[in-house]
């Protein structure tokens, strides 16, 4: 897994550098020569032919200069303009610059001075943008402000050097003006801005660009999250004895449906099987049960005494809490439904199972019943419970607003984790999953299939079937969510994202698992689920 970095990691990686000796100049210049590689083996000739670098006067600045000048010596025309006096390292670079290419760079100290260089930057076919970089704070302002609107009006191709300025590398704000990349160079490691909207949308392309820090210091850094990737979720999947049976591999409780959303539980339900539990049930209101028992022919169903309104009565709780005793996990709260029997169906299964999937109106209750979450520490640290909110639901658990929750997800996600002592999936894109140790991680994998109602009840029942195999948590929830997002992308690699259903996922489930399960299978080629 990759490491995303926070600024003050970053610029402690650079203090550490130096005191031990390694000169900036050197990291400088294998940034900049490591993106110029980069960019000569991804960028078209044709959009790199006329190069303009726009620099601050930090290391941000040269490392724009030191890519501009890698550029030229293989070819390219290159200019350069330098906003105020270059300091340190930059200075050095600026030196360079202007040995290799006399004539071709230029001071812009004053608005004056940047209006003369404004022809240059609207012919470039690509425009370096080296502002500012992880040690900005606050708006853009002044000089910097003007040539971020002057690259922002370029018809060339913008290159952001480790985010786009006028971000912050720590979250997913945007405070304009703020360059709009079509590109960005992520030096030494990815940053939360890099992956959190809205800041996300101004990055463009990412590309990770390695850097020469003393290899040791990467271990004494403590990231802000880890990116999930095929790799990891391969070491997380649960053991399958060849010789089990349906007892071996867990029993999954749903609960669930009320009249009008009785597909979320059902979807919740075949997601644990096709997860690979071995016995899934099913309590629903009395009044879906014949059509719950009809169209779910592997799962076992279970009535449970209902209001006229269809939602489970309060007397449903006891019984209902009962028959979780046998169960490995409980996912409680697909289509459950507000009220008081849903509130007593949801206390009686926190207060009496350890391993619960919170979900969905599970949620809901315990944002309306704030006295519930007394409930959420289990009696053994070793099983916290598991909650996957989306922003708005995780914005009534944490009385904030949903528009807060999605810039600053990681830093949230890992709040609620430690303060709750569970599990929590802070739905995406991209989702970030905390465990109540502080670890976060991040998952980048999926699409715009996924904005479909069903989709998180799909998860739910992945996440809830992974447990029950005997998986830990914080790897069911990790493993789960990359699952969800891979069956996403498979369902969609041969047509259209927006038609992909949440029902649709299920055939792909099957080649999103046989990726992990088979060391060297690769994606599938075939235009069909089981070709």
Known sequence: MKPILSAKSLNWLDEESARLGVDPLLLMESASRGAADWISEHVPPHSRRRVVALAGKGGN????????RWLGLRGAEVWAVVLGEPKGAAERQAAAFSACFPDRLFSATTQDDLAQVVGLISGADLIIDGLLG????????????????????????????????????????????????????????????????????????????????????????????????????????????????????????????????????ALAAEAALRAGAGLVHLACPEPLYQILEASLTEVLVHPFPATEGGRFAPGAASGIAELAQGMEVVVCGPGLGRGPGPQAVVEALLSSCERVVLDADGLNALAENPSLRKHLTPASPTNPRILTPHPGEFARLWRGTPGEVAPHKLELARKA??????????????????????????????????????????????????????????????????????????????????????????????????????????PCASATPDG
Request: net charge negative; charged share 15%.
């Open 61 to 68: 600045g040269g490392d724009a200069l030191g890519i501009a």
């Open 134 to 265: 992880v040690g900005g704070r606050g708006p853009l302002r002044g000089l910097l402000a003007q040539a971020a609107e002057l690259i922002n009006k370029s018809p060339g191709l913008i290159a952001s050097i480790d985010l786009p300025s006028g971000l912050c590398a720590d979250s997913g704000e945007v405070e304009e003006p703020a360059v709009e990349a079509d590109l960005t160079l992520a030096m030494g490691a990815f940053k939360p801005c890099h992956f959190l909207p809205p800041a996300a949308a101004r990055c463009g392309e990412l590309a990770l660009i390695p850097v020469a820090y003393p290899p040791g210091k990467w271990e004494e850094l403590l990231p802000v999250a880890w990116l999930l990737d095929a790799d990891y979720c391969r070491t997380l999947l649960p053991f399958r004895d060849p010789f089990g049976h349906k007892g071996t591999f867990g029993r999954v409780l749903v609960v669930g449906s009320a009249v009008g959303m009785a597909g979320a539980a």
């Open 417 to 522: 984790a430690e303060s709750w002592g569970a599990v929590v999936v802070l739905k995406g894109p991209p989702t970030a999953i905390a465990n109540p140790a502080g670890k976060v991680f991040l998952n980048t994998a999926g699409n715009t299939a996924l904005a479909h109602g069903g989709s998180g009840d799909v998860l739910a029942g992945l996440i809830g079937g992974l447990w029950a195999q005997g998986a830990e948590a914080s790897d069911a929830a990790c493993l789960g969510v990359f699952l969800h997002g891979r069956a996403a992308e498979l369902a969609s690699g041969g047509g259209s994202e927006r038609a992909v259903l949440p029902r649709d996922l299920f055939p792909w489930l099957s080649r999103a698992l046989r990726e992990l399960e088979g060391p060297g299978l690769g």
